[in-house]
């Protein structure tokens, strides 16, 4: 299912957004998630939710592996993700995932206690509990495009988590990660929202 022109038009010019730091800026996010909304309500008033909870999704599937230190929680957040999915498609209960979800991100929270060792993959749960929050709740377009910093860090977003996870740090860190970073959003730009859009394809995770 292609994407359409005027969507493909936006992710080639948010390419060039961009930072130094290879940071796709937050109000770039969001207005890619805007114009999915726009484009979508000619197909159906649900279809922009449908595609913005299968990009979380997407996200958080991609940055899975940065959790493989881990492996029973990289388990359960794959299968959280499979959840998700099943969810999207009226195959599972949206309150036994909340359910499922909030425990999840306990579990996760727990991992900070590791310490800095633990940070990416901790980076890469939250990444799962807020796709799945996207799942039950949608995007809330009034913290997306919101500087992180100024948002609380259970309402970011699973992309940025997702870029979080790749990168190892946030930008304010100064620890660096800027080339892994950039190839997240490239990424994420170049194929996660085109994947996203295509909702005849469904979702795999196993």
Not at 137 to 142: A, G, K, L, R, V
Not at 145 to 150: P, Y
Request: with cysteine; proline share 3%; net charge negative.
């Amino acid at each position: 299912m292609a994407i359409p022109s005027k969507l493909a038009t936006k992710l080639v010019e948010a390419s060039s957004s961009i930072t130094n730091h290879g940071e796709l800026p937050a109000v770039e996010r969001k207005n890619i998630l805007q114009l999915v909304e726009d484009l979508s309500l000619a197909e159906h008033a649900r279809a922009g939710y449908l595609r913005r909870a299968r990009l979380a999704l997407i996200c958080a599937h991609e940055v899975l592996n940065r959790m493989n230190g881990f492996p029973d929680l990289m388990e359960r957040a794959g299968h959280m993700l499979a959840l998700g999915s099943s969810a999207l498609s009226g195959q599972y209960e949206l309150k036994l995932l909340q359910t499922k979800n909030g425990e999840f991100h306990t579990d996760v929270i727990d991992l900070f206690q590791h310490g800095e060792v633990a940070f990416v993959a901790a980076y890469a749960g939250m990444a799962t509990f807020s796709a799945i929050n996207t799942v039950l709740f949608d995007t809330n377009f009034d913290t997306v495009g919101n500087d992180e910093k100024a948002v609380p860090p259970d309402d970011w977003d699973a992309s940025y988590y997702g870029s979080l996870a790749t990168s190892g740090s946030a930008i304010w860190e100064g620890k660096g990660g800027i080339a892994s970073r950039r190839a997240y959003w490239t990424w994420y730009l170049a194929i996660a929202v085109p994947e996203a859009w295509d909702v005849v394809t469904p979702l795999d995770f196993g």
